[in-house]
């Protein structure tokens, strides 16, 4: 673990839910000296407590490590807010729908900003019939590499892990896609709407050559 409750986060609670440091003390089972000397960083709970802290506070003891809480707004939750948090050490992909404190390798992520695509990133994207062929012209070896393609729309998210040394292309069903999604290891989350892809054509293209040479364009044009 690479970080431990702080007293300023212990006040900020207390405070929020009206306790003196003498009740706090007493739910606690401490001295109200104890949390004073936490609240003023002249010393930190055991290791003990956390379990017992975080329960008076009504959160989890991540909650409580990290200092932020979470509100329980994910009812009513939009697919189209997903969001994504990407694992620095194992590449462990996490996604939820709301507001979430995510924790890996003793890690707190953070969510994914998306960017849009840039000439370092192009996007081909064919319909195929009832999908979308995306393909992101980018290397795939093992120090940098496409982790995975995604498509998300109002009620799914539909996600295709992708593996150094491998192509980085995916199929994905065009039922209600608003935003395709990739992830570069190196430059983080990119998004994309289906019919800015480099071939929005309704149909896919019967003439190989054809689509050879809209490529080759577009090399030249981006990079």
């Known amino acids: 673990m690479n970080q431990y409750v702080t007293g300023a986060v212990i006040k900020k609670l207390r405070e929020k839910y009206h ?12 001295s109200d000296k104890a949390v004073s000397k936490w609240e003023t960083a002249k010393g930190y709970p055991d290791i003990t407590l956390l379990e017992s802290i975080a329960k008076v506070f009504g959160i989890s003891i991540t909650e409580l490590i990290s200092g932020d809480e979470v509100s329980n707004v994910n ?13 620095p050490v194992c590449g462990n992909i996490i996604h ?16 994914c900003q998306a960017e849009e695509t840039d000439e370092n990133h192009m996007v081909f994207i064919e319909r195929i019939e009832d999908e979308y062929y995306i393909r992101v012209e980018h290397d795939m070896t093992k120090q940098h590499y496409i982790s995975f393609i995604a498509g998300v729309s ?3 998210i539909q996600m295709v892990k992708l593996y150094p040394e491998g192509n980085a292309e995916a199929r994905l069903k065009i039922n209600g896609v608003r935003k395709i999604l990739f992830y570069c290891n190196r430059d983080g989350l990119f998004s994309i709407a289906p019919v800015k892809g480099i071939d929005d054509k309704q149909t896919s293209y019967d003439d190989v050559e054809e689509r050879k040479a809209l490529e080759q364009t577009a090399k030249v044009l981006f990079g």
Do not use: W
């Not at 009812?75 to 694992?87: E, G, H, I, T």
């Not at 939820?96 to 969510?111: D, F, N, R, S, Y």
């Open 96 to 111: 939820t729908m709301g507001e979430a404190v995510i924790q890996c390798h003793g890690i707190i992520l953070k969510p």
């Open 154 to 156: 109002a009620d799914k």
């Open 19 to 30: 306790f003196t440091q003498a009740e706090l003390a007493e739910k606690l089972n401490v």
């Open 75 to 87: 009812v009513s939750a939009n697919v189209m807010r997903s969001k994504l948090y990407v694992c």
